[in-house]
């Protein structure tokens, strides 16, 4: 099994900043994807960026390329979303998820899950 616990959500004023962080224990050395999904009140959740956990090779939607950046610090099995440029529409709840394969877009694939940290932007 693995563990996943985001924080770092906090509400801010359009056009700041955030970093999240997601911390994995458990069973990390079989995880090969990591991701953040988001999911708004009366939205289905999105994923919108991904990493390959050993390659480091990056995956962005477009709603948010150019303004958030995924990044992984693997000796601390800790997973980042800095997020820069906010807007009232990224207000979310922001999910970890980590998958056992080479899952990147293929949001389904994504299994484990942490708690979930609200961004808020005004």
């Known amino acids: 099994h693995v563990q996943l616990v985001e924080s770092g959500g906090a509400s801010v004023q359009a056009g700041g900043s955030l970093r999240l962080s997601c911390v994995a224990s458990?069973?990390?050395?079989?995880?090969?994807?990591m991701g953040w999904f988001r999911q708004a009140p009366g939205n289905e959740r999105e994923g919108f960026a991904a990493i390959r956990r050993y390659s480091g090779t990056t995956f962005y939607a477009d709603s948010v390329k150019g303004r958030f950046t995924i990044s992984q610090d693997n000796a601390k099995n800790t997973l980042y979303l800095q997020m820069n440029s906010l807007k009232p529409e990224d207000t979310a709840m922001y999910y970890c998820?980590?998958?056992?394969?080479?899952?990147?877009?293929?949001?389904?694939?994504?299994?484990?899950w942490g708690q979930g940290t609200q961004v808020t932007v005004s």
């Open positions: 458990g069973y990390t050395s079989e995880l090969c994807s």
């Open positions: 998820a980590a998958a056992t394969g080479f899952a990147e877009s293929r949001w389904a694939e994504y299994a484990y």
